[in-house]
């Protein structure tokens, strides 16, 4: 898609069930928003419409259906979304589609023993996310790419269920991070790891020598510290990382460079100017807890009372007698005490309002927090600025245990009473056991 055009789109369900078709990170109107609401019956096409008010970035669609957007999603109904505009197309970045500008959807998968896809047969995959052992890149295993350039682009989408990818390289070599979920970023930032949690984007550019081969790696997952007394660097982060299944090194994509001269002019100082809500002109803080339930006996009770209590429990309750972690964690999922109900709005937006939204994670584990409509600039973390390369524009954010995040933006454009728009944990089966709520902008 092309910034400012009109797209007329025809989703045409094919199925034998009811789905939905949404824009991840895209700025359309409610009803076209593709959310839990629009529903398309087995046989129908719905026809959205909208303009499209994007910086140049990458985007997603998938299914949202009320319930079932794990299941659907697991099983294919997903794809990437690459909007372009001038600014972008002039600042020499590798722009040639296929060629060195390659778009990577990465999704892990299980496989049953007939070869066909497995999903949710636990109650862990219900409580930790859906996780295979087996990844695939644009729906191929064991992937590589032939490439004739020497500096390549790749748009990276985790379009997993659950699992949390710490991408790197197996020389360990320097990339540069120009791009988050909703925008570049202000200038090229030079990383050597790169986390990406589900429904999240980054783009990354990479050089190569002629010749020579390297690896696209994911590494075990290293959340922040967050609270003091999570521990989370040590013994018990690896436990959790384990429990949780973020533990694994994957090869992700091998690159195989052929036969080029090496010469690349160096990458522009500026890619574009990120918009800059100032925090003193928001109206109003509203605040999300994310909540996993409880379950298991009183032991369990007292490891989720410390966490609860914004982490300084630390982890040694949380390990102690009561049944372990799974015991504990059973019970719905929610926000702010209230799993999702679709007839229930849980927050009305003045049409126009700059407003920040803190989010606050007392659970054990990682959640990717979406919000649908706008695209976001993260303030801070724990009261600390956010790294360089998450300086961009976002829809998605991961919040480690014990972390409080905030973000900023603002709700332009367009206002619509009865139909509300998503926020929502990206972990598809929390998302899909209650941690999402609504909103409505209101003119
Ligand atoms: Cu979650």
């Known amino acids: 898609?092309?910034?400012?055009?009109?797209?007329?789109i025809q989703v045409a369900n094919g199925l034998d069930e009811e789905t939905t078709v949404h824009w991840h990170g895209m700025h359309v109107p409610a009803k076209w928003d593709g959310g839990p609401h629009q529903v398309i019956a087995p046989g129908a096409t719905w026809t959205p419409r909208f303009e499209v008010k994007q910086k140049a970035a990458t985007f997603w669609y998938h299914s949202h259906l009320m319930g079932r957007t794990g299941a659907q999603v697991a099983r294919g109904l997903a794809g990437l979304i690459i909007v372009d505009d001038e600014e972008s197309a002039d600042l020499g970045l590798p722009n040639e589609y296929g060629v060195d500008d390659i778009p990577l959807v990465v999704q892990d998968r299980r496989f049953a023993r007939d070869g066909s896809f497995e999903y949710l047969t636990s109650m862990h995959d219900r409580m930790m996310g859906y996780k295979g052992d087996v990844i695939l890149v644009n729906g191929t295993v064991g992937p590589y790419l032939e490439v004739a350039r020497p500096r390549l682009r790749l748009r990276l989408l985790n379009g997993s269920n659950s699992r949390i990818y710490n991408f790197g390289?197996?020389?360990?070599?320097t990339f540069h991070v120009i791009g988050t979920d909703g925008s570049l970023l202000a200038a090229p930032v030079a990383a050597r790891r790169l986390r990406l949690a589900p429904g999240e984007r980054a783009e990354i550019v990479v050089e190569l020598a002629a010749q020579s081969s390297v690896r696209l790696m994911s590494y075990p997952d290293a959340p922040r510290g967050g609270a003091p007394g999570m521990g989370m660097g040590g013994m018990m982060a690896r436990m959790m990382r384990r429990m949780v299944g973020n533990d694994e090194t994957f090869s992700i994509l091998e690159l195989r460079a052929g036969s080029f001269s090496r010469a690349v002019p160096p990458l522009p100082g500026r890619l574009t100017e990120v918009p800059r809500w100032q925090a003193a002109k928001?109206?109003?803080?509203?605040?999300?807890?994310?909540?996993?339930?409880?379950?298991?006996?009183?032991?369990?009770?007292?490891?989720?009372?410390?966490?609860?209590?914004?982490?300084?429990?630390?982890?040694?309750?949380?390990?102690?007698?009561?049944?372990g972690m799974m015991g504990m964690m059973g019970g719905p999922m929610r926000i702010n005490g209230r799993a999702m109900d679709m007839d229930r709005i849980d927050v009305r937006v003045p049409l126009g309002a700059i407003e920040i939204w803190e989010i606050a994670n007392p659970t054990p584990v990682s959640h990717p927090f979406h919000i649908h409509d706008i695209q976001f600039r993260i303030l801070d973390r724990d009261g600390r600025p956010p790294r360089a390369i998450?300086?961009?524009?976002?829809?998605?954010?991961?919040?480690?245990?014990?972390?409080?995040?905030?973000?900023?933006?603002?709700?332009?454009?367009?206002?619509?009473?009865?139909?509300?728009?998503?926020?929502?944990?990206?972990?598809l089966e929390h998302e899909d056991a209650g941690m999402m709520g609504q909103f409505v902008v209101t003119a």
């Open 390 to 427: 998450e300086a961009g524009l976002k829809d998605t954010v991961l919040v480690d245990p014990g972390e409080t995040v905030r973000v900023i933006a603002e709700f332009g454009d367009y206002a619509d009473p009865d139909n509300p728009y998503m926020y929502h944990c990206h972990i």
């Open 169 to 173: 390289f197996d020389d360990d070599r």
């Open 1 to 8: 898609m092309r910034a400012g055009e009109v797209v007329n």
């Open 282 to 323: 928001a109206e109003r803080t509203r605040r999300f807890e994310l909540q996993m339930g409880m379950m298991g006996g009183m032991g369990g009770m007292g490891g989720m009372g410390g966490m609860m209590g914004r982490g300084r429990g630390g982890m040694g309750g949380m390990m102690g007698p009561g049944g």
